[in-house]
């Protein structure tokens, strides 16, 4: 797999890629700080929200660079649970893909802090998979 590089508006909101699961799928990670914060004293929604969809972004790259296909991925839609506050303290994300056609694609996604079985919000993202420009 091609190293997973974060954007731009990952990096500002502190993301990085934390480390590499089985199968080559990236977990990334957000730390606590002043502006992912929402309520005081708990993550805002839409850092929790961001931190899915790079997790998501990241699964479906390694899924299709195993695949040897450079589609553009073009979200659709998104579902967010939203399970528990995220506290203050590093979250991690992982995505899975669970379907990787040839114009669609489906991932889930969990985020969780210190314990990965009591996860603070759960995503299902739908993606086209559009061919690369030329």
Do not use: C
């Not at 954007?7 to 699961?21: F, K, L, N, S």
């Not at 005081?40 to 390694?62: K, N, T």
Request: proline letters at 5%; a positive charge.
């Amino acid at each position: 797999m091609s190293a997973f590089k974060l954007p731009p508006y990952a990096r500002t909101m502190g993301m990085d890629v934390d480390h590499i699961e089985d199968g080559g799928v990236p977990v990334i990670a957000m730390d606590f700080a002043d502006k992912v914060q929402g309520r005081p004293g708990f993550l805002h929604g839409g850092a929790i929200g961001g931190l899915l969809e790079m997790a998501a972004h990241a699964a479906l790259r390694a899924e299709l660079d195993r695949q040897g296909s450079d589609a553009r991925i073009k979200p659709v839609n998104i579902s967010i649970e939203y399970l528990r506050g995220g506290l203050q303290e590093r979250t991690f994300a992982r995505g899975e893909v669970i379907r990787a056609g040839r114009r669609v694609a489906n991932v889930r996604v969990e985020a969780w802090q210190g314990d990965r079985s009591k996860l603070v919000a759960s995503s299902w993202m739908n993606f086209l998979l559009a061919p690369p420009k030329d």
